[in-house]
T-cell receptor
Framework: GDSVTQMEGPVTLSEEACLTI???????????LFWYVQYPGEGLQLLLKATKADDKGSNKGFEATYRKETTSFHLEKGSVQVSDSAVYFC???????????FGAGTRLTVKP | GAGVSQSPSNKVTEKGKDVELRCDPI?????LYWYRQSLGQGLEFLIYFQGNSAPDKSGLPSDRFSAERTGGSVSTLTIQRTQQEDSAVYLCASSETQREWETQYFGPGTRLLVL
């Protein structure tokens, strides 16, 4: 069935370092792709999304591009901040389906 | 306005007992979702409600799990005869509609520990 696989954590970076969290998916049809973020002590919230191939989602300096040829949706940020420390979840929603499939999550810690 | 709220925030129960978890979605949101976040497993979809339609129960892991949504608003997830493997964080989310995968707003979750 449809699924996502994201890189395992934890990831520890220094402030202002570059971030890439890999996410690849397996799906039939054309799913929508998402990144959710969970800050310490808070619930999940949508970070960005892309609903068709070549779309780029962006928010708070984070970007991810829907790449159909490589079935990927890698999350990137050019310069991370301490406040970006959180768990990041890649997710997909199969086309025309109510379901949503999440990756296992990647914990990011940014040190000053 | 208030976001999605869930109660209790933490629940410790003994194996074999029944538990009820509550979710209050954002007012006016017609779609409501339950997920489970198990350690090392990521998030798992459980059940979905859209308005007054019959729920999509395809993600429920066993017949010990059930959920209802009264009046198209508050939802209760019930786990009967709890097992230790039911220990997880149970997350509820709501969205304004289910059209084009509108943003889902998540509650803080209920952390369930089955001893």
């Amino acid at each position: 069935g449809d699924s996502v696989t994201q890189m395992e954590g934890p990831v520890t970076l220094s402030e202002e370092a570059c971030l890439t969290i890999n996410c690849t998916y397996t799906a039939t049809g054309y799913p929508s792709l998402f990144w959710y973020v969970q800050y310490p002590g808070e619930g999940l919230q949508l970070l960005l999304k892309a609903t068709k191939a070549d779309d780029k989602g962006s928010n708070k300096g984070f970007e991810a591009t829907y790449r159909k040829e490589t079935t990927s949706f890698h999350l990137e940020k050019g310069s991370v901040q301490v406040s970006d420390s959180a768990v990041y979840f890649c997710a997909l929603s199969p086309y025309n389906n109510n379901d949503m499939r999440f990756g296992a999550g990647t914990r990011l810690t940014v040190k000053p | 306005g208030a976001g999605v709220s869930q109660s209790p925030s933490n629940k410790v129960t003994e194996k074999g007992k029944d538990v009820e978890l509550r979710c209050d979605p954002i007012s006016g949101h017609t779609a409501l979702y339950w997920y489970r976040q198990s350690l090392g497993q990521g998030l798992e979809f459980l059940i979905y409600f859209q308005g007054n339609s019959a729920p999509d129960k395809s993600g429920l892991p066993s017949d010990r799990f059930s959920a209802e949504r009264t009046g198209g608003s508050v939802s209760t997830l019930t786990i009967q005869r709890t097992q230790q493997e039911d220990s997880a964080v149970y997350l509820c989310a709501s969205s304004e509609t289910q059209r084009e995968w509108e943003t889902q707003y998540f509650g803080p979750g209920t952390r369930l520990l089955v001893l």
